[in-house]
């Protein structure tokens, strides 16, 4: 085969993939609209990475999984601080994952995990039937029927709100078991004292 006419072919073969792959990236929809950022969160639940779509949830969930590590973290010093065995393990044991994360979106994806999220919406995950938008809330709805509730961030990003209320209750819960933890703490601390200066 002529050098000329296998140059060809090769040019031929790599045009291919690269225009296949410019027209998939130029035609994809913005994370700015809310069909863009549904099938973000459809990629990143396929790959099994909710990590990955943290950013393509609301606002108030965003900041609620960065308040629930903040209280972890206050709450896991103050057990190893003050707290006897075995009460420091098992309390440790409650809170050192969450403590440990490194943002919001590791967080977020310990508690999709551990509430079956992802599994949930695998099931119900299918391809975008239509979109209705009001202002700043849509709401995309599947060719399965489900529906997935969304609204636009300050940045322009549409965040899925669905999570919302289980991460805000979280957040409660993880201030409300750092106010018991510090009581806590002092009375442990208070006892050792009082162990020492009978």
Request: charged content about 25%; some cysteine.
């Amino acid at each position: 085969m002529p050098v000329r006419r296998r140059w060809l072919i090769f040019a031929l073969l790599s045009v291919f993939p690269l225009a296949y792959w410019l027209h998939a990236h130029l035609t994809f929809p913005s994370d700015q609209s809310p069909q863009g950022a549904y099938l973000r969160v459809v990629i990143a639940i396929n790959k099994g990475d909710p990590a990955s779509f943290f950013a393509y949830i609301e606002t108030e969930a965003q900041h609620a999984c960065y308040t629930i590590r903040d209280y972890r973290r206050n709450s896991v010093a103050l057990i190893r601080k003050s707290y006897p065995e075995p009460e420091r393990t098992r309390a440790l044991l409650e809170y050192e994952a969450i403590a440990q994360a490194a943002d919001g979106s590791d967080v977020f994806a310990l508690y999709a995990k551990q509430m079956g999220w992802l599994d949930r919406m695998r099931r119900d995950l299918s391809g975008v039937a239509k979109v209705e938008q009001s202002g700043d809330r849509a709401s995309v709805q599947t060719v399965r029927g489900t529906r997935y509730p969304f609204r636009r961030r300050d940045n322009g990003i549409w965040g899925m709100t669905q999570f919302t209320a289980a991460l805000v209750a979280e957040a409660e819960r993880a201030a409300r078991d750092a106010a018991l933890v510090q009581q806590s703490a002092a009375d442990y601390e208070r006892a050792q004292r009082g162990a020492k200066n009978p």
